[in-house]
């Protein structure tokens, strides 16, 4: 019976191999064989595994192959020239170096030139803007013949009979391969009603015959955009004064929470109402841009400052300043000793007052300066996308009456031109007889 029970235990075990330390290499599953030339187990399915692996990069050569087929066929195409006419125009749009702008947003942000405003939640944009630009005439365009393009403008939160003066532009270059021999080439502008911008008028950008029938085949750009006149008005902020006296008393505590007024510095901002252009306004004085404001006079005066943020809340750039007044309280002026003559950083001049405030217009010559010097050059804002201008100001005593505080109000209305953001739109013009299908 011992003979039988260990003729039981070989037959068992004979199928089974163990490596170091009684590790189970086969039974039951693939089977592995020991090769006296090594110490280590062999495999029997390596063969089938590297034919395999030749059968994968073998499918995956093949698919590249293809894939580049495909490619080279598709850029050939007119569609594919087209699309990479897209991709090459639209690269002008974005800065080569979004971290350089990333960073010039965060410095602006912590660099308290910039006075926020406060959004209003029922309007986020007000106005008109350019939505598509798009051929009537498709995608191809025989050589020698005109098409036209059409201009889609979206009113924004105003009646429907609002109307605008506008001013509209369209171009190509003659040459997408080489910049230098570019040659620009503006459209004529057909207008059902010229020089006005109003729901149910059409607009359209024409490219003649004689232009297309001396361009090669090729796909090309036609860039189009409007400006037109508008103005953000009324953008006003309530502003708190208090004497030298009454600021010693209550010291570091908040003076809102003093008086018990239930307000923060946070909602003292101006309102924004979706304009193109937003106006921020920032007071100050005894080296803190905050509020309330300051006074003292006698021995200890206090120099107090009145900031303008103009800030460009669209995608767009301001062509023109038709005019920015600020409005002050009857009591507080510009002081002209601490400003000096008109300036690009105060740039106002006295328009007079009334029984309410006093008017402060730009200057004529400082709005020629900074167009000259700014916005003829695309840089008006630049990437900072905002512009502020600071004047200190004079805050007559007599403005409190007794009282320990005062609210006035200070205000700004500015009229401009804005152009739109410049849409595109990309057409095929192929050879006369050709498919118009591309």
Known sequence: MRWLRRSS???????????KRGQVLSGGGTTYSRDPRFSHPVANGGAQSSGRNMLMISLFLFGLLVAGVFAWG???SAAGQRAVQDVLSSISKYTVDPVSDFFAGVYSTGSGDY??????????????????????TGDAVPAGQPFDILYDIEFYNVPSS?????DFYCYFNTSTKDVESNVRKEGEIISSNSGIIQKGATTLCRISGEQTQALTQDAYSIFGSFSFDTETNDASLPVYFIPGEVADQIGDTDFFDAYDLGISQSELRVVYNGEPISVGIGVGGEGEEQQPVIVRSGD???Y?????????????DIKSFDSFTLYLPDAVTLNDELNGPPSVSCPFSSAGKDERSNSYVMDDTVRDSLFTNY?????????????????????????????????????VDIKYGYTVEEEQETVSIIQQGGALVA
């Open 162 to 166: 609002t109307t605008y003066q506008g």
């Open 115 to 136: 006075f926020a405003t406060n959004v209003n939640s029922s309007s986020d944009k007000k106005g008109i803007d350019l939505v598509d630009f798009r051929s009537l």
């Open 9 to 19: 235990r070989d037959e068992i075990l004979r199928g089974i191999s163990f490596g």
């Open 375 to 411: 916005v003829a050059n695309y840089a008006f804002f630049g990437k900072s996308n905002y512009r502020t201008f600071q004047c200190w100001i004079s805050v007559d005593p007599e403005i409190f009456a007794d009282a320990p505080y005062v609210v006035k109000e200070y205000s």
């Open 304 to 316: 107090n400052t009145v900031a303008i943020t103009l800030n460009n809340e669209w995608n767009g």
């Open 300 to 302: 200890t005066l206090s």
């Open 74 to 76: 598709y850029l050939s």
